[in-house]
């Protein structure tokens, strides 16, 4: 077997001691997992268990997708691993919409599509999304509501409205993808899309927009008039 333990590794090859000599941002994704998982597994040294990671759960995109028990399927994450993984995604996620001047700015309906498209359209099962607007339109987070099946998705109003409540959100975006790829908007969307309306209507919480993600391209239910 060539298999070396990391402390066999030259200092220079060694991913901790590389973020201190080089800074962070001089690192590879597999390097900075390799810091976050610690230990590697049975046979593998951390740096051969990140690479297999990324390979086998799509690359950064793919693996912020996984929730943490599907984290815990993959062959050399435990509950521990699973965790720091998403706590160490979860913050970068905060950190750019707790920054005012990093916040994306949604203007048109091809804004907010383009802040989801890539991850969305690759989803196998339908995800329904509240985007948080603030007065600006500065995006103030992205919110999961529900995830249903393939073509079907369970969306209750008192979720959408709950956590535009507690953010003090000024509009919404609502937000969910087909994952058939394509985003003609079904019955099901328009009744759910008008119910929608009418309860932000009462809290105060205006729905600009409810936009059907496909495969690399959407629906805007305001550009079709129905909003």
């Known amino acids: 077997m060539n298999y070396r333990r990391l ?7 060694k991913p901790r001691e590389r973020l201190h000599q080089h800074g962070p941002e001089n690192l590879s994704t597999k390097e900075i997992l390799a810091i976050l998982l610690r230990t590697g597994s049975r ?18 995109t793919g693996l912020a997708r996984l929730s943490v028990d599907e984290l815990k ?7 521990a691993k699973a ?6 995604l979860e913050i970068g996620k905060r950190s750019v919409c707790t ?17 989801v498209m890539e991850e969305m359209r690759k989803l196998d099962r339908e995800h329904f999304r509240i985007i948080h607007l603030s007065t600006r339109n500065n995006v103030l987070g992205i919110s999961p509501v529900s995830v249903g099946s393939l073509n079907s998705s369970i969306v ?16 919404i975006i609502l937000l969910h993808n087909h994952p058939s790829g394509d985003p003609s ?9 008008k119910r929608l309306v009418e309860g932000g ?5 205006e729905v600009l927009d409810h936009i059907i993600i496909g495969d690399k391209k959407y629906v805007s239910l305001k550009e079709q008039g129905i909003i």
């Open 43 to 60: 046979g593998e040294n951390v740096l051969e268990l990140s690479e297999r990671i990324l390979t086998e759960t799509g690359g950064l």
């Open 185 to 193: 908007p079904s019955r099901e969307d328009l009744d759910i899309t």
């Open 99 to 115: 920054d005012p001047m990093s916040r994306p700015v949604i203007n048109t309906p091809s804004d907010a599509a383009d802040l």
């Open 83 to 88: 965790a720091q993984v998403k706590a160490a």
């Open 156 to 171: 209750h109003p008192r979720e959408c409205f709950k956590d535009a409540i507690r953010r003090n959100t000024n509009t």
């Open 73 to 79: 399927q993959v062959h050399g994450i435990g509950p």
């Open 201 to 205: 209507k009462i809290l105060g919480i």
């Open 7 to 13: 402390k066999d590794l030259p200092e220079d090859l």
